[in-house]
């Protein structure tokens, strides 16, 4: 089973976004989503769903910004 970073995603108030995703990352963010689901037991339908979390992952794993951020903390 492969290790994923993201857990299972928390049911929050739904957030509007608009984009354009090339396709071969909505086909990437839909694997992932069915990966996710089929790991955490739960159904995930919508792989947009995905794009908070990752994006809050990433920017809490991100040294070089953690680091520019404490730096330029007033």
């Known amino acids: ?27 990437d963010l839909s694997r992932y989503a069915e990966i996710l689901g089929h790991e955490s037991g739960q159904a995930l339908a919508d792989p947009l769903r995905l794009i908070v979390p990752m994006l809050e992952r990433f920017i809490a794993t991100d040294r070089g910004f953690a680091r520019a951020k404490q730096e330029r903390k007033i």
Do not use: Y
């Not at 089973?1 to 396709?23: F, N, R, Y």
């Open 1 to 27: 089973m492969a290790k994923l970073k993201l857990g299972p995603i928390s049911d929050d108030k739904p957030v509007k976004v608009t984009l354009e995703l090339p396709a071969r990352l909505h086909r």
